[in-house]
């Protein structure tokens, strides 16, 4: 069994990745880090992770864990990374987002070319159940050449952005961004928090692959409803059509139409949300097993897809379509701030 563990105890995602050991079958949870002793002992005591630490790099030092999962805000991501790196950690799992803006964005890339470290970016959505079986639907060709995307979620592009960009790339895995248009509004998710997922409000944008594939991509309130609630987490939602039909995902719900016939159910999202990080967390242990195993989700990869958003930030505030990928202006949280506010 893999030596795993959690830095970042504090806020709620990290019960998830606790809860999902019950499922994981080449790991086991051994050591806990976080900077509040008082939460540090609760969330240990509740799921009798005896190995605790307020600094983190201790942790690496004295347990030498396999894989680490990282639940902080992403202003750390690339200082945990590094020092991940430097203790010989093989194997990192990070919460999104993966970067803030273009200069972290960019000294995760230059990092990134050197790290013996295998990184992946928690998107447990790729993993669910349902997600797998649409997902290989559409890799069968079952529905035909896929001719567009759509893809939407109720937060902004920080919360749940990365999230849908990921959903796009999972079923069309050979695409390569080629260029984007994007528009924006609002400031409340700009607005500095401890959290430091920082976007704007609303955003839709228009993605052109080189293949001539199209995919669209709405995050923020304007987004299509998909459950009957004022709660803005719950509305992420994947659709892909083709020439002889199309599949369709929410959070709630599956559809699959093929030649005018049309199949469709229901899910519990927190039961789907369980199985897919246990299997995405078993699928990074695999890559640390054999080289050959790239994990779907890998650092490389989701560097593409928030190069994308910053694409979408360069188009907004230029007001036109933008090569990807793109080189980020300095400063774009501040631009936007300024922006938007006009």
């Known amino acids: 069994m893999f030596k795993c563990a959690i830095i970042g105890v504090s806020g709620g995602r990290a019960r998830g990745l606790a809860e999902a050991y019950q499922h994981i079958e080449k790991g086991t949870l051994a050591a806990i880090s976080t900077r509040n002793e008082e939460n540090l002992n609760a969330f240990g005591n509740e799921f009798g992770v005896d190995r605790r630490y307020t600094d983190y790099r201790e942790m690496f030092a004295k347990e030498k864990p396999d894989l680490v999962h990282v639940n902080t805000p992403p202003d750390v991501r690339l200082e945990i990374f590094e020092a991940a790196e430097k203790a010989g950690v093989p194997a990192v799992l990070v919460e999104k987002p993966l970067a803030i803006q273009g200069e972290d964005w960019r000294a ?18 790729h993993f669910h159940p349902r997600r797998q079986q649409l997902q290989q639907i559409v890799r069968d060709g079952k529905i035909g050449e896929i001719r567009f995307i759509e893809a939407s979620c109720g937060m902004n592009l920080a919360y749940q952005g990365t999230h849908a960009l990921q959903a796009v790339g999972a079923f069309h895995p050979e695409g390569i961004p080629a260029r984007v248009m994007g ?34 991509l709405v995050a923020g309130p304007f987004a299509p409803r998909t459950k009957d609630t004022d709660l803005t987490h719950v509305h992420k939602r994947i659709a892909v059509y083709g020439t002889r039909g199309y599949v369709q995902w929410t959070m ?46 890998n650092l490389d990869t989701a560097l593409i897809d928030f190069n994308i958003i910053l694409g979408i930030y360069a188009s907004a ?24 506010r006009k």
Not at 108 to 125: R, Y
Not at 202 to 212: K, L, V
């Open 252 to 297: 709630w719900s599956w559809e699959v139409g093929i030649d005018g016939h049309i199949e469709q159910g229901t899910h519990a999202y927190p039961d789907e949300d369980i199985l897919g990080q246990a299997a995405m967390t078993d699928a990074l242990l695999e890559w640390v097993e054999d080289d050959k195993k790239v994990h779907p989700l």
């Open 183 to 216: 528009q924006l509004s609002g400031t409340d998710g700009l607005a500095d928090t401890p959290k430091k997922h920082f976007a704007p409000d609303q955003c839709t944008a228009a993605i052109a692959f080189a293949d001539g594939l199209r995919a669209q």
């Open 317 to 340: 505030l230029e007001r036109r379509p933008v090569d990807l990928p793109c080189e980020p202006a300095e400063d774009l949280i501040a631009t936007l701030q300024n922006a938007l």
């Open 108 to 125: 995760i890339k230059n990092f990134s070319a050197t790290s013996k470290t295998k990184i992946a970016i928690n998107h447990q959505l």
